[in-house]
């Protein structure tokens, strides 16, 4: 991959980045959220994936 081609997809993957950030930032604070629980959740499901 030349240079010019790899900066640019790296542009391109922090224009992604940055997006998805600010679509959090504004989607505002979770509700009803809790983080041991959805934590456990996510560790059953990759346990599942192996």
Request: with cysteine; net charge positive; charged share 30%.
């Amino acid at each position: 991959m030349n240079n010019c081609h790899q900066n640019t997809n790296e542009e391109l993957h922090i224009t992604l980045l940055k997006k998805a950030i600010n679509e959090g930032i504004d989607s505002g604070r979770a509700t009803d959220f809790e983080p041991k629980k959805h934590l456990a959740l996510l560790k059953v499901h990759k346990v599942k994936k192996r």
